[in-house]
């Protein structure tokens, strides 16, 4: 189920254009999966015997992408996402799903399933795969809602477990309780979801305690109460839209579904066209950059290199007087926000190069416009480095929803379930990489040339204003092609 819709562009263009747009992206997806180099390069953590040397992966992604930014000049010379018609479903249909009793009942999941992991944190075993919360955070929540967003909309803005309390306590109270909420700033924009979204990395990449169930519960209580605290003061669904991170997250992801809510309505529009209408907001290029470089420093941790660079910088930690805890925090963060860093400096790199093409754009106002073209990127990233710990790990729920606490029960009757590793093989999970790399570079090239279209006028100069992106992009795919071969390392 999609969020409502913040749409700032009016005009729907005409059907001939409609018709064009799935042909472009067929002919460069066509030409993209002829070399399936490009989409190994980017699988961070995926195939390690490389069939061929690496510097002929190397080679190979950057011809791809050069003969996809040619097609997309060559064929596309219009603006075909920005403004796109879109389709309503039967009202019925959205009247249905978009009902009160849909969204409280939802609404009431979520908060059950919230106090069920925190519950289960502090309660519950201390071993990490007898206790449902840390499969619960780090695969059901982090990773499961993400293909859910892309496929069927913004389904967490119904399960979000903080935005279902904060509107339920707003309603019990009532208006005469509550004071009006306070003018949210225009300079905030969404660095409180980047903020916490780093935070979140954090406690998975960093923490040396991130996957003790007390450990997450706590992370889980001080964020609700951050959350809610700010909810009471700029309103819950400003707060929500713009500043609690998981909402703006699942948000972003999902407005590459061809799915969106507009009020009580569903509508069905083409692919990535929801980007466009993603407001200008301060903080949007460090919260992608974090969704990237968070992905990133994950698969680079895992390699020998970091463990070596590791090793002698909490030594010298370690000798300054810092224990040994502490210093393995203070390296994963320091590499972590390396990481985010590196990602930001190729991004503002690219648009250092479109700010030259004229027509008085700043390079700061370019950054902001072409941000949502990372977003495809950051799913690809995401999609390929963390598909088997979805796919398998994910099957352990069967057995922890019955004994969530790990005390040996048995509610659903499930919890002798196993993993079965076997049931989908390594080349499966190789082709799966394949699919979600392609599709997110030729998405995200697409959606900045698009971009770039309506802000330039002329194909011309939407052309020479994306040479800098096209550079990023074989930045991302070599940086992406090295973190491949240091987990190959690992």
Sequence with gaps: MPAVDDRTTAGARSRPRTRLLPAIVATILAGSLANPAFADAHGLIGRTDLPIPAWLFGWGASVVLVVSF????????????????????????????????????????????????VYAGFAGAVRVDENI??????????????????????????????????????????????????????????????????????????????????????????????TWTAMFLFGVERWAR???????????????????????????????????????????????????????????????????????????????????????????????????????????TAIGAASRVGGGHSPAGLAVVFAPSLVPIALAYVGAHYV????????????LASDPLGEGANIFGTAAWTIDYAWISANAFWYIQVAMIVAGHVGALALAHDRALVLFGSARAALRSQYGMLGAMIGFTCLALWLLSEAGKG
């Design 388 to 399: 088997s710990l979805l796919l398998l790990q994910g099957q352990a729920m069967g057995a």
């Design 70 to 117: 040619v097609a997309l000049g060559a064929l596309w010379k219009r603006p075909l996402l920005q403004g796109a018609p879109t389709r309503p479903l039967p009202r019925r249909v959205g009247r249905a799903l978009t009902s009160p009793v849909v969204e409280l009942a939802c609404g009431a999941i979520g908060a059950a399933l919230l106090a069920l992991v």
């Design 133 to 226: 919360t840390p499969t619960f955070v780090y695969v059901v929540f982090w990773l499961g809602f993400v293909p859910l967003s892309v496929v069927f909309g913004d389904v967490f803005a119904l399960f979000n477990p903080w935005r279902a309390v904060g509107r339920g306590v707003a309603r019990i109270a009532g208006p005469l309780a509550i004071p009006p909420p306070l003018r949210y700033p225009s300079w905030l924009g969404r660095w409180p979801a980047a903020i916490g979204l780093l935070g979140f990395a954090w406690l998975e990449l960093a923490s040396t305690r991130g996957d003790r169930p007390a450990s997450i519960a706590l992370a889980i209580i001080a964020y609700s109460a951050i």
């Design 242 to 348: 713009d500043g609690e991170a998981f909402s703006v997250y699942f948000n972003l992801l999902s407005r590459l579904s061809i799915i969106e809510r507009r009020g009580r309505a569903i509508r069905i529009r083409p692919p990535l066209s929801g980007l466009t209408t993603l407001k200008q907001s301060p903080g949007t290029v460090a919260l992608v950059a974090v969704m990237i470089g968070s992905v990133s420093f994950d698969g680079f941790s895992i390699g020998q290199r970091w463990q070596v660079i590791l090793r002698e910088f909490t030594d010298g930690l370690r000798s300054a007087g810092m224990s040994s805890s502490q210093a393995l925090e203070s390296g994963h963060g320091l590499g972590l926000l390396i990481s985010v860093l590196l990602v930001f400096v190729f991004y503002r």
